[in-house]
């Protein structure tokens, strides 16, 4: 942990920061780089050795409930661990994205049943919507136009995500931008895509962990541990 850095922005040494925003967004990447910097340990969605993802893109009406119950606990599981860890982490797209975003997105276009949708969204609502559920210091929401995120999509080449409708990542896209417009669970902090690299330009590293340190620190949304 760099605590050098980690005074000069004002970033407490237990804060957890989670990364949102829609696929292909750059999340992952944002995630690795920015733990990087501040020394923190990381907590990613399961991609490679998800068993159903591969399954749902290919048949979400058959698989939406499955792969939905599955992030569920998966990020629930992660949630705690960061927490009894004593934070320091920077997380991978939030629990909340996922009841809030992509299993009411399945609901609203009719590949996951109302009966399965409530099932779903009442579990979520017991296991996270309770005020023991610690949630993270501050939401970084990454946005961009859509045209550049399916470019993202097509350079990083999963067929699973190339072979999926262009009608979906529009609604997706959307949904995103009205689910942060209402998100009220952490602060947040919005960034474009087009006004960062933190891969190769050090000034975008500050920019962003200057950002970052000026709400958490301006915020008195505090979470014991």
Do not use: C
């Not at 942060?180 to 000034?203: G, Q, S």
């Not at 500050?206 to 014991?224: P, Q």
């Amino acid at each position: 942990m760099d605590k050098t850095i980690l005074e000069k922005y004002n970033i407490p040494t237990d804060a957890v920061i989670t990364i949102a925003g829609t696929v292909g967004v750059g999340k992952s990447t944002f995630t690795r780089v920015l733990a990087e910097k501040l020394g923190f340990m990381t907590s990613y969605e399961r991609v490679s050795d998800n068993p159903y993802l591969e399954k749902y893109y290919k048949d979400f009406k058959r698989w939406s409930f499955h792969l939905q119950m599955f992030f569920l606990a998966e990020r629930f599981k992660e949630q705690k661990r960061m927490f009894h860890h004593g934070g320091g982490f920077i997380q991978d797209r939030s629990i909340y994205e996922d009841v809030e975003i992509f299993a009411k997105l399945n609901f609203d276009s009719g590949t996951m049943t109302p009966e399965d949708y409530q099932t779903y969204k009442s579990l979520f609502e017991a296991m996270v919507l309770t005020p023991f559920f610690p949630h993270p210091d501050l939401v970084i929401f990454i946005d961009g136009e859509l045209e550049d995120i399916l470019e993202r999509i097509d350079h990083r080449g999963r067929e699973m995500e190339m072979n999926t409708p262009v009608e979906y990542w529009k609604m997706l896209h959307t949904a995103y931008r009205d689910w942060v417009d209402n998100f009220h669970y952490a602060p947040v902090v919005r960034l474009n895509i087009k006004d960062y690299d933190l891969l190769n330009d050090e000034e975008s590293v500050d920019y962003v962990l200057n950002k970052i340190g000026k709400v958490i620190s301006a915020t008195t949304m505090k979470h014991e541990r």
